[in-house]
């Protein structure tokens, strides 16, 4: 079956610090990578994604690629905020028809602190 | 609109209470879910919808009941739940349930709590 693999938490970082989580997956075939932030009491916003090989997705400052060799979507920004402290979910959708559904990783907390 | 409209944001019940969480979209899609989240796990699974028609259910207890009364909502209706169930419920939708690559959009969440 399909599964994603994320670094343990908690990430704790420093203002303007650079930032990476990993994320690997398992999957069949070429799925849809996704990463997804949630803030504190909130539900999960879409923050980026890559649909295949080679793309990187980016959004607001935190980039991600899709490496199909290494299997691996990880999570990247230069400088992070102390509004960035939030658990960030890499995800998966395979591409394989029918019903799609979504496999998340454990998610991994990131506190920023000033 | 881009959104996911859930409400209420908290809910608290009894154990013999019935309540209904309501979810809510505008952007034309017709694949709807039900998730539930428990404190620093990931998102779980309960309902798929798709074209107002209940497709998945991930064998969840019948305490626990669904409806999609049109192609703009989804309601879960509570009944009879346990202290175990308080968790933060979360609605989801994409275009269609055949096509991820766009990703689900989530709604804010629903906080409940059991008494």
């Known amino acids: 079956g399909n599964s994603v693999t994320q670094m343990e938490g908690p990430v704790t970082l420093s203002e303007e610090a650079f930032l990476t989580i990993n994320c690997t997956y398992t999957?069949?075939?070429?799925?849809?990578l996704f990463w997804y932030v949630q803030y504190p009491g909130e539900g999960l916003q879409l923050l980026l994604k890559?649909?295949?090989?080679?793309d990187k997705g980016s959004n607001k400052g935190f980039e991600a690629t899709y490496r199909k060799e290494t299997t691996s979507f990880h999570l990247e920004k230069g400088s992070v905020q102390v509004s960035d402290s939030a658990v960030y979910f890499c995800a998966l959708i395979p591409n394989s028809g029918g019903y799609q559904k979504v496999t998340f990783g454990t998610g991994t907390k990131l506190q920023v602190i000033p | 609109d881009t959104e996911v409209t859930q409400t209420p944001k908290h809910l608290v019940m009894g154990m013999t209470n019935k309540k209904s969480l309501k979810c809510e979209q505008h952007m034309g899609h017709r694949a709807m879910y039900w998730y539930k989240q428990k404190a620093k796990k990931p998102p779980e699974l309960m309902f798929v919808y798709s074209y107002e028609k209940l497709s998945i259910n991930e064998s969840v207890p019948s305490r626990f009941s669904p409806e999609c009364p049109n192609s703009s909502l989804l309601n879960l209706h509570l009944h009879a739940l346990q202290p175990e169930d308080s968790a933060l419920y979360l609605c989801?939708?994409?275009?269609?349930?055949?096509?991820?690559?766009?990703?689900?959009?989530f709604g804010s969440g629903t906080r409940l709590t059991v008494v």
């Open positions: 890559a649909t295949k090989a080679d």
């Open positions: 999957a069949t075939g070429y799925p849809s």
């Open positions: 989801a939708s994409s275009p269609t349930t055949e096509r991820g690559e766009r990703g689900y959009t």
